[in-house]
Nanobody, 124 residues
Framework: VQLQASGGGLVQAGGSLRLSCAASGLTFSSYGMGWFRQAPGKEREFVAA????????YYADSVKGRFTISRDRAKSILYLQMISMNADDTAVYYCAAGRPITSTVRDKEAYHYWGQGTQVTVSS
C-alpha cells in the first residue's frame, strides 16, 4: 500500500492550496480517508475525513468552512482544498486510509496506512 501526498508549499496568509494523495495497492473505494497535520512540537491532529462513498465528511472545528475534503474514486485520489489559510495551518500534512467508525473517524489510531507527509507553510 502506498499513499503519496503532494501539493504542499509556501503560501501567504489568506491564500489557497490544494493537497492531493494518490493511493495504490489497496481498494480505494473500501477505505475511509483522512487528513491529519502535525506542527513542530505538537501532536498529530485530525483535520478532515471522508467516508468510503464520499457522501459524508468530517472536519476539525479549526478548519470548518475553510477546508474541503473530497475523493475521486475512479482515480484513487484524495484531495484537500484549503482556502483563507492562516499561520496556524502551518504543518506537515498527512493522508491516511482506514476503516474508522463514526466515533473514531477523528482518531489517528483508526487509520492503518499513512502517506509520507507534505509540508505546508503559511507566511503572515
Amino acid at each position: 500500500v502506498q499513499l503519496q501526498a503532494s501539493g504542499g508549499g509556501l503560501v501567504q496568509a489568506g491564500g489557497s492550496l490544494r493537497l492531493s494523495c494518490a493511493a495504490s495497492g489497496l481498494t480505494f473505494s473500501s477505505y475511509g480517508m483522512g487528513w491529519f497535520r502535525q506542527a513542530p512540537g505538537k501532536e498529530r491532529e485530525f483535520v478532515a475525513a471522508i467516508r468510503q462513498s464520499g457522501g459524508t465528511t468530517y472536519y476539525a472545528d479549526s478548519v470548518k468552512g475553510r477546508f474541503t475534503i473530497s475523493r475521486d474514486r475512479a482515480k484513487s485520489i484524495l484531495y484537500l482544498q484549503m482556502i483563507s489559510m492562516n499561520a496556524d495551518d502551518t504543518a506537515v500534512y498527512y493522508c491516511a486510509a482506514g476503516r474508522p467508525i463514526t466515533s473514531t473517524v477523528r482518531d489517528k489510531e483508526a487509520y492503518h496506512y499513512w502517506g509520507q507527509g507534505t509540508q505546508v507553510t503559511v507566511s503572515s
